[in-house]
Structure formats: C-alpha cells, structure tokens
T-cell receptor
C-alpha cells in the first residue's frame, strides 16, 4: 500500500497562494497521484491528478518532482470557500490499486 | 446523469441487526468502492470491485460483505451491526482504478 503523509492543518488568508505537500515514499511505478477536496457532510470531490512533473487545471496545479516521492498541490488565490479538507491519494492500475487509501488529510482554513 | 446515489441517507440500527446500504451509478463505471469515515478521520476502504462479478477486500473489511452482480449496483451488507460500525459510509465509482473517483452523498449510520 502506498502510504501518504500530509500536514494535519494549514491556515491561510483570502487571496494568498496555498501549497500543500504530500509525502509518498513508497510510491509504485504505476501509481498516479490524485488530490481530493472534502467539505463537511459531503463526499470527496476530485481536484487534480498527475503522474510526473506539473499538471494544471482551472482550479489547481500539481507539482511532482522527478523521484515522485512527494507532490505539492497549489491553490492560487484562495477564497473562504476553499476552506475544506484536502486528501492526497496514491494508486494506479495494478493489483494494489484497489487498496490505495486516503490518509487523514489536511484541513485548510482560509481566513478573511 | 444522477451520478452516484446512495440510500438511505440516515439509518439507526440496534446491535446485532443486519442491513444493506445501497449504491448505484449510471456512468457505466467499472470500478466501485465503499469507504467509511469516522469523525475527524480520513476515509478507509472497506471493499472494492473492478467490475461485475469481481470484488476484493480493502483496508477494513471485517463485518461487511459486498457483491457486484451488475455494473450499476454495489450494495454493502452489514452482517451483525456493532457500535464500532457507527460511521459515515461513502460509495464511489470511477471509469477504472486509476481514474478520478466520483463519490455519493454518504449514509450516516448509527448503531446503538
């Protein structure tokens, strides 16, 4: 199982860029890195996924170094509505993929 | 598309009772999974399925059974409910294992 480690919590202010780092030292060759966002009383929602280098979409960027043992989710110019729990998930299309697990996530609090 | 639907939204059971949590998706996804989320914790994988007729255990399978007779449905059965199974249960689906997962709204279960 690819185990992930994230900071338990982070604080930020509106308009700032937020970077959340996830460590996954035993990531397998076939594993992808996926980030989810979860609001209270809701299921997680997909944010972004990557395999290596950098991926960007309309809401976030994902930076993955060459060794792939960590990844950083970057949220540009956060707002109050970005207050949520963010999960890093590592898994892929192999026999262990179905057992990729969520860690405890990072609680991001955005302040006015 | 309705996406991933779960029923019921809330359920209270007595210790020893059995019940089935329903999950259905209308996106023709091959991969489906069940997670439980305890208060303040991340999601833990209970069981998953990579296609109709194929299921496997996740991180915390004890006390739960699943079956996948159709692509659309993936019910979770609690055999003999225990207070330790009090949790929020999320069902998710994805095209295949490595793609983004779509989560249902969750079932909040209390076992007295």
């Amino acid at each position: 199982l690819a185990k992930t480690t994230q900071p338990i919590s982070m604080d930020s202010y509106e308009g700032q860029e937020v970077n959340i780092t996830c460590s996954h030292n035993n990531i397998a060759t076939n594993d992808y890195i996926t980030w989810y966002q979860q609001f209270p009383s809701q299921g997680p929602r997909f944010i972004i996924q990557g395999y290596k280098t950098k991926v960007t979409n309309e809401v976030a960027s994902l930076f993955i170094p060459a060794d792939r043992k960590s990844s950083t989710l970057s949220l540009p110019r956060v707002s109050l509505s970005d207050t949520a729990v963010y999960y890093c998930l590592v898994g892929g299309a192999n026999t262990n993929a179905g057992k990729s697990t969520f860690g405890d996530g990072t609680t991001l609090t955005v302040k006015p | 598309n309705a996406g991933v639907t779960q029923t019921p939204k809330f359920q209270v059971l007595k210790t020893g009772q059995s019940m089935t949590l329903q999950c259905a998706q209308d996106m023709n996804h091959e991969y489906m999974s069940w997670y439980r989320q305890d208060p303040g914790m991340g999601l833990r994988l209970i069981h998953y399925s990579v296609g109709a007729g194929i299921t496997d255990q996740g991180e915390v399978p004890n006390g739960y059974n699943v079956s996948r007779s159709t692509t659309e449905d993936f019910p979770l059965r609690l055999l003999s409910a225990a207070p330790s199974q009090t949790s929020v249960y999320f069902c998710a689906s994805s095209r295949t294992q490595e793609y983004e997962q779509f989560f249902g709204p969750g079932t909040r279960l209390t076992v007295l």
